[in-house]
Nanobody, 119 residues
Framework: QVHLVESGGGLVQPGGSLRLSCAAS????????MAWYRQAPGKQRELVAQ???????TYVDSVKGRFTISRDVAKNTVYLQMNSLKPEDTAVYFC?????????????WGQGTQVTVSS
């Protein structure tokens, strides 16, 4: 079983910055990918950024140049640095980890952290 703990959300003014963290613990043999999704009220959950085991990153077009995903492999932790935040970035942000426990592959979700961008 894997437990994901997210932190770093909050209220920020437009143009501000926040850094989200997600630490994974439990029966992890190897991590294939770590990602951040978000879901705004009345909208579907969307992939914001992903980093795979080789270090390759991908971003949704709306955050390119503003958000940066990174990871600490030793700590099984993924980060999302969010700069130049806009009101349309307001959403609940969820961490997702795709991993192996050496017997099978699993996906796990964090509980979500609220990000509100407002003046």
């Amino acid at each position: 079983q894997v437990h994901l703990v997210e932190s770093g959300g909050g209220l920020v003014q437009p143009g501000g910055s926040l850094r989200l963290s997600c630490a994974a613990s439990g029966s992890i043999f190897s991590i294939y990918s770590m990602a951040w999704y978000r879901q705004a009220p009345g909208k579907q959950r969307e992939l914001v950024a992903q980093i795979i085991s080789g270090g390759t990153t991908t971003y949704v077009d709306s955050v390119k140049g503003r958000f940066t995903i990174s990871r600490d492999v030793a700590k099984n932790t993924v980060y999302l640095q969010m700069n130049s935040l806009k009101p349309e970035d307001t959403a609940v942000y969820f961490c997702n980890v795709y991993f192996s426990d050496a017997r099978a592959d699993f996906g796990s979700w964090g509980q979500g952290t609220q990000v509100t961008v407002s003046s």
